[in-house]
């Protein structure tokens, strides 16, 4: 267990429906990134805080989705009208400066 | 933007031996961190090694070591005396170094291969 978790951990969902995911980093981090993983791949970088502030966002991150940290704390990622090829496994990851990031287990979504 | 080329998709050793899983990759930044993350099945994403591109030395973890050729962006893992727990998906990442508010590093994020996965045979 690195310290880091997800909420909930599988999500199944019908498309067009909304989701919603939570990361609760490590506490004293104050880094927050959000991955994307499809099976076969390697997690793909989608955003990044700093504290409260989204300070990054990949051209992956569809006007669909959006992504909170109020008060640089737990992180909310949410997808609106969800598709099919949205389905997929959502990772969390926090640290401090250095570098190392500890992941949590991920959000596993299926969107039918 | 960086690449990450991992081109052993799979690996299959008998417990106990040595395995070497490859990575390269591709960047015009001369300031990075290079780590190899393990993914067990099912299970999440755990640090097995890092690198700071400006150490010539190579990082060493108890049975996991790598050779860091930074010349030829090359950043290969050397698992010895291999055990059944060591099956799983392993991904080579990449991250640049910055500064400011990105001191540390990661202002985009690790940049991942697509991984190996590595089955340890009793």
């Known amino acids: 267990d690195t310290g880091v978790s997800q909420d909930p951990r599988h999500k199944i969902t019908k498309r067009g429906q909304n989701v919603t995911f939570r990361c609760d980093p490590i506490?004293?981090?104050?880094?927050l990134y959000w991955y994307r993983q499809t099976l076969g791949q390697g997690p793909e970088f989608l955003t990044y805080?700093?504290?409260?502030?989204?300070?990054?966002k990949s051209r992956l991150l569809s006007d669909r989705f959006s992504a909170e940290r109020p008060k640089g704390s737990f992180s909310t990622l949410e997808i609106q009208r969800t598709e099919q090829g949205d389905s997929a496994m959502y990772l969390c990851?926090?640290?401090?400066?250095?570098?190392?990031?500890?992941f949590g287990p991920g959000t596993r979504l299926t969107v039918l | 933007a960086q690449t990450v080329t991992q081109s052993q998709p799979e690996m299959s050793v008998q417990e106990a031996e040595t395995v070497t899983l490859s990575c390269t990759y591709d960047?015009?930044?001369?300031?990075?961190?290079l780590f190899w993350y393990k993914q067990p099945p099912s299970r999440q994403m755990i640090l097995v090694i890092r690198q700071e591109a400006y150490k010539q030395q190579n990082a060493t973890e108890n049975r996991f070591s790598v050779n860091f050729q930074k010349a030829a962006k090359s950043f290969s893992l050397k698992i010895s005396d291999s055990q059944l727990g060591d099956t799983a998906m392993y991904f080579c990442a990449f991250m640049k170094h910055e500064l400011g508010v990105y001191s540390g590093g990661g202002a985009d994020g690790l940049t991942f291969g697509k991984g190996t996965h590595l089955i340890i045979q009793p």
């Open positions: 506490s004293e981090h104050n880094r």
């Open positions: 805080f700093q504290n409260e502030a989204q300070l990054e």
């Open positions: 990851a926090s640290t401090l400066a250095g570098g190392t990031q500890y």
């Open positions: 960047t015009s930044e001369s300031n990075y961190y």
